[in-house]
């Protein structure tokens, strides 16, 4: 069993940075992709960023590409999500997931509000 446990949310202007943190406990050696998605008020959630933990490869949504990078550290056990150039349409509550070929686990979420 894997938990996850998010912090960093935060009220921050536009144009401002927020760093987001994923603390893992239990065993992660089976983990295939580690994710960032998020979902604001009354949309659907959406895949953020993704990092592959055995090849660093990552992937990331359009409208984040270039101010938004996911990193990994602590043999699988943390993952980073740097906000930077936040925009009023960034605001959501963020999750981060982890999933194993026959597991998906998720943290409980932080809340990102980017308002003037």
């Known amino acids: 069993q894997v938990q996850l446990v998010e912090s960093g949310g935060g009220l921050v202007q536009p144009g401002g940075s927020l760093r987001l943190s994923c603390a893992a406990s239990g065993s992660v050696s089976n983990i295939y992709t580690m994710n960032w998605h998020r979902q604001a008020p009354g949309k659907e959630r959406e895949l953020v960023a993704r990092?592959?933990?055995?090849?660093?490869?990552?992937y990331y949504r359009d409208s984040v590409k270039g101010r938004f990078t996911i990193s990994r550290e602590n043999a699988n056990s943390t993952i980073y999500l740097q906000m930077d150039s936040l925009k009023p349409e960034d605001t959501a509550v963020y999750y981060c997931q982890f999933a194993s070929f026959h597991d998906t686990y998720w943290g409980q979420g932080t809340q990102v509000t980017v308002s003037s």
């Open positions: 990092i592959y933990p055995s090849s660093r490869n990552t």
